[in-house]
């Protein structure tokens, strides 16, 4: 099973909104992250988590909550979101870091769109 | 330094031929070097990886070729389909780290 899911896949919210996204893999895979894509761009990389922890942060603002309950779930906490921010949001996995490990596997992503 | 360069940005190529796209990088750390298909409205898929111990890794039409001294590595698509029609992104990335430097990405798409 080489199956990355996200829910939801489509989610529209205002500005005042609080939402998540969710994020599973069962692949075994210690390394979690999420990226930002906008259309016709690359994936741009927002979070890593390693074991369950934290490991890269790239200057995301803090409207952006990420959280990682256990090896297998990842969430993206959403608060006080800006229009600008809508966006492909995509999650993907893979066993670590280093040689035959660092193959990412995508999720199919959430559709977001801030009103 | 960290940068990955791709050309062409879009590509139109007959159903049956052969498509090219071509990725440049600086960083001589990078050692591992996948190619992504993405369809609209989904995720990237990985679609075949190399490592610069070897000149070119072939996975049925789709073949990487890599040049270690010219730091570039380019995708071919053989007997190009209508299917094949998506935005595929080269990446590089190092042992030791999480981030892959994705390219900007071609658009191609196959003509029937």
């Known amino acids: 099973d080489t199956e990355v899911t996200q829910t939801p896949k489509h989610l529209v919210m205002g500005m005042t909104n609080k939402k998540s996204l969710k994020c599973e893999q069962h692949?075994?895979?210690?390394?979690m992250y999420w990226y930002k894509q906008k259309a016709k761009k690359p994936p741009e990389l927002m979070f890593v988590y390693s074991y369950e922890k934290l490991s890269i942060n790239e200057s995301v603002p803090s409207r952006f909550s990420p959280e990682c309950p256990n090896s297998s779930l990842l969430n993206l906490h959403l608060h006080a979101l800006q229009p600008e921010d809508s966006a492909l949001y995509l999650c993907?996995?893979?066993?670590?870091?280093?040689?035959?490990?660092?193959?990412?596997?995508f999720g199919p992503g959430t559709r977001l769109l801030v009103l | 330094q960290q940068q990955v360069k791709q050309s062409p940005q879009s590509l139109i190529v007959q159903k049956g031929g052969i498509s090219i796209i071509n990725c440049a990088y600086e960083n001589t750390a990078f050692d591992y070097f996948p190619w992504y298909q993405q369809f609209p409205g989904k995720g990237p898929a990985l679609l075949i990886a190399?490592?610069?111990?070897?000149s070119e890794k072939k996975e049925g039409r789709f073949t990487i070729s890599f040049n270690k001294s010219a730091k570039q590595f380019s995708l071919h698509i053989m007997d190009s389909q209508p299917g094949d029609s998506a935005t595929y992104f080269c990446?590089?990335?190092?042992?030791?780290?999480?981030?892959?430097?994705f390219g900007t990405g071609t658009r191609l798409k196959v003509l029937a």
């Open positions: 993907a996995s893979s066993l670590g870091q280093g040689p035959k490990r660092e193959t990412q596997y």
């Open positions: 990446a590089a990335t190092y042992s030791g780290t999480y981030k892959s430097i």
């Open positions: 190399i490592r610069p111990d070897v």
């Open positions: 692949m075994g895979h210690r390394a």
